[in-house]
């Protein structure tokens, strides 16, 4: 799918925007590239499930009252996109991006931004579920919203590696710095606190947005 723009899409369960699963195997999954999805309702937006490897490029997931971005068991690489202004309340997910049990992920130069979360089992920004770690390269996690009471953070849940980038200002809906749980390792990266990273080439100045 190129140079689309998908609007105002309502389904009762996944795909407010594409639904793909592929039962079997390896080999192609979605390649989504220079597309907008805005304003759809699900319980996710794009949701691509099983063996298919993912690719997604310059795109924008905003504004969507669903996960802006699920993947089941498969690989995905995103690219200079930007997932902004989600806001799901599915039980153990992520308003951004939720991971469940996949294997090779990766995002590059992107904004995860402004995503909120409305059940307390759940993340703002990104979720991984039992997957293999999920890398964030020099991409930029902020002002992502948990809830009140929330046992997961507003930033990032579960296992990730984020190297050379911003996770900043994810608070709960109540003002508590939520920015990672403690799984979340980082490198050359910008966040707070930092306390179990002092060597790692981090900082927890204000990135002065």
């Not at 951004?96 to 703002?124: D, H, V």
């Amino acid at each position: 799918m190129i140079n689309c723009v998908i609007l105002n899409n309502v389904t009762e369960y996944s795909g407010g925007v594409i639904q793909h699963y592929k039962r079997t195997g390896s080999g192609s999954g979605v390649l989504l590239t220079d597309t907008i999805a805005r304003n759809n309702r699900s319980n996710n937006g794009i949701y691509t499930s099983r063996y298919g490897d993912d690719r997604i490029m310059r795109c924008v997931l905003e504004n969507n009252t669903a996960i802006g971005l699920e993947f089941s068991y498969g690989n995905a690489e995103i690219h200079n996109s930007v997932i902004r202004g989600n806001i799901s309340s599915s039980l153990q997910k992520g308003a951004g991006l939720t991971f469940y049990m996949t294997q090779k992920m990766c995002l590059y130069n992107c904004l995860i931004y402004g995503n909120q979360f409305t059940n307390p089992m759940g993340a703002g920004a990104l979720y991984n579920d039992r997957s293999e770690p999920v890398f964030l390269v020099n991409s930029t996690v902020v002002s992502n919203i948990a809830p009140i009471g929330s046992g997961y953070p507003a930033g990032l849940y579960g296992s990730n590696y984020v190297i050379n980038s911003i996770v900043y200002d994810n608070f709960t809906s109540d003002g508590i710095l939520r920015n990672f749980n403690t799984k979340v390792t980082f490198t050359n990266s910008c966040t707070s606190p930092i306390d179990s990273y002092p060597n790692a080439g981090n900082i927890d100045a204000s990135p002065l947005f």
